[in-house]
């Protein structure tokens, strides 16, 4: 049980016995640590309830609560607060508890919860645009996982659209003797070559030339839609070539989101539910839950009470085409087949709102997953220069995602040579920590802020080795255990977590049970940046403690041993919530 638990749960004990009603027991983190450790806010609004004196009710509060073993001391605060600390001892001991057992305490959920993030569409190059869902996604993922659901991710390709099409009129128009545009093509099994015709380089400069060329070109625009429902409709010839186009964009994307630390469980995408479309539609028109209007097929999902029109779900248009909303709505479909998920968690840009409005209303209407399947929007807002317009290379294109990286590293081994760090090491693991120090320098710089926020992409400051930095929280990472590798080679060990022997000490262990319910709030609010404000708060503070207390010289051999095991349990609880942020510690630093 988590500390701030087991004092709720105190408390309430305290205001049962007194005749009082508990749910009014909770305890929180205090606002002034400089006062005490914990509050209970409830005893002013129960006394105005029950028209007893607040001061009076709380004053016998605070009597009761000081008869615990637990409580140093209870007393009130201004009207009718009460303000709480605990023993030292008991401070500790649970602590150490966090430590003691597997993953922190935190029960497994056996329940799934499927992300949704990266997003891509084929055959485009992944540029600055993809960082954002894909770091935001793996985040949110590696945070349910923390907190012991089955996540796992689903990158949720765009490879079924127009654009699809595009790319199939542009290669036949250039090469129209290849087999895949062959009399009887349409229904023939092949063989088709194995080979692809085009390389992924090919394809990124294809894709912008077509879309551009469907804009002039009237009968191409035309040739390209044919292929697109030609495609949609089971053209064989058309469907071999475009496995080409995937199994080239999904090699390159695996590789590009593997620098960043991003990796899918599941690389499907809207054309994984390409036969499910027509008998999903089917069963919503017979269930009269589709309708048609002006030869469309819509669902209504306005409600009287919606303070703007919600316009129609578009299952499919006039001219008999799926769009990017039957996909998704398919896609809740086939993921709810199994178990029911926990949840499904959408991380997407935040102009996609409205179509995860009128999805979530659909898929409600249509009862397409389970009542206890939250479907959720994290969305998320966009990466800007320090002008704070979209964030682009000085020749106004987007940078793509992989010389993001490459930059982020360039800074980071120019700050790693500045302060003079990783100085004795070799080669090769001066290029691993440098390329670790920039991938945090990266991953925090978009971690720390809250997801539906805008942020300037700064990468000078995000490689700073002080201030709420990545490679800062590495630095302290790197500094528990190099401390303890120290000890260790000085033949001392870890024993019992004990009492608090000074204030920063202390502190130390009022951050690290906080982690229980700091990991709650972030998941309700798929918030990695709870995670990463903690985390530098838990590195600042253990920092303090460290410049204070000097291990290896403390002439106590007990209290020595209970600071080494202080550090073992930071240690563990900082590193796994570091990982929560794609950022890994280097060997050295
Ligand atoms: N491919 C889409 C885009 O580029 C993002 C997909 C997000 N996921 C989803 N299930 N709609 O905008």
């Not at 390409?274 to 017979?286: G, N, S, Y």
């Not at 999805?359 to 704070?388: W, Y």
């Not at 920590?433 to 805008?454: D, F, Q």
């Not at 590495?474 to 870890?494: E, F, P, T």
């Amino acid at each position: 049980m988590s500390l701030l638990r087991e004092l709720t749960e105190l408390v309430q004990s305290v205001f049962t016995a007194q005749g009082l009603d508990p749910s009014y027991g909770d305890v929180v983190v205090s606002q002034r640590p400089d006062l005490c450790q914990f509050q209970c806010n409830g005893a002013l609004p129960l006394a105005k309830k029950a028209g007893k004196n607040p001061r009076e009710l709380a004053t016998a509060l605070a009597a009761a609560l000081n008869d615990d073993h637990r409580i140093a001391l209870a007393d009130v605060a201004g009207p009718g607060f009460l303000n709480i600390s605990v023993e030292d001892d008991f401070l500790a001991e649970q602590s150490a508890q966090l430590t003691a057992g597997n993953h922190f305490g935190i029960e497994a959920k056996n329940q799934q919860v499927i992300v949704d993030y990266g997003g891509p569409n084929i055959a485009k190059s992944l540029h600055v645009g993809h960082l954002r869902p894909a770091v935001i996604g793996e985040s949110v993922k590696r945070l349910y996982r923390f907190a012991r659901y089955d996540a796992i991710g689903d990158v949720h390709l765009g490879d079924w659209g127009l654009p699809m099409g595009q790319l199939i009129a542009a290669i036949e128009d250039a090469s129209p003797e290849l087999p895949y545009f062959a009399d009887g093509a349409a229904t023939s099994e092949g063989p088709y070559p194995t080979e692809s015709p085009v390389t992924i380089e090919d394809l990124e400069e294809l894709y912008p030339q077509a879309s551009a060329r469907c804009k002039e070109d009237k009968a191409f625009a035309a040739k390209a839609q044919q292929a697109t429902l030609a495609l949609q409709k089971g053209h064989l010839g058309y469907r071999a070539l475009w496995n080409h186009f995937r199994t080239l964009s999904v090699a390159d994307m695996t590789a590009i989101y593997a620098e960043l630390g991003v990796h899918f469980e599941l690389w499907l995408g809207e054309a994984s539910v390409a036969d499910d479309m027509a008998p999903m539609i089917e069963k919503l028109v017979a269930n009269q839950i589709a309708q048609e209007s002006d030869g469309a097929l819509i669902i209504d999902v306005a409600d009287p009470k919606d303070k703007k029109e919600l316009p129609p779900f578009m299952l499919q248009n006039s001219r008999g085409g799926y769009s990017y909303a039957t996909s998704d709505l398919a896609t809740i479909e086939q993921r709810v087949k199994g178990p029911a998920p926990h949840a499904i968690v959408y991380v997407t840009d935040a102009r996609q709102s409205l179509h995860f409005q009128q999805l979530f209303r659909a898929a409600d209407k249509a009862k397409m997953a389970p009542a206890s399947t939250q479907l959720i929007h994290a969305s998320h807002g966009m990466v800007t220069g320090k002008d704070n317009k979209p964030f682009k290379t000085r020749d106004g294109k987007l940078p793509r995602l992989g010389e993001l990286v490459a930059d982020a590293q360039k800074l980071a081994a120019a700050q790693i040579e500045e302060n003079n760090l990783a100085e004795d090491l070799s080669e090769t693991e001066r290029a691993s920590v440098i390329e670790l120090v920039g991938l945090a320098a990266l991953t925090y710089g978009e971690l720390s802020n809250h997801r539906t926020t805008n942020y300037i992409f700064d990468l000078e400051k995000f490689t700073e080795l002080k201030g709420q930095t990545g490679p800062y929280l590495q630095y302290v990472a790197v500094r528990i255990k190099s401390a303890l590798q120290k000890a260790a080679d000085a033949g001392l060990h870890a024993g019992t977590l004990g009492a608090a022997t000074c204030d920063e000490e202390r502190n130390v262990q009022l951050e690290l049970t906080k982690l229980p319910e700091i990991v709650e709030r972030a998941v309700a609010g798929n918030a990695p940046n709870i995670i990463a404000e903690y985390s530098y708060v838990l590195a600042a503070t253990f920092n303090r403690f460290y410049d204070k207390c000097h291990i290896l010289s403390e002439p106590n051999a007990e209290t020595q041993q209970s600071w080494l095991a202080l550090l073992e349990t930071t240690q563990s609880i900082f590193t796994a919530i570091l990982d929560i942020l794609l950022i890994q510690v280097p060997e050295k630093m």
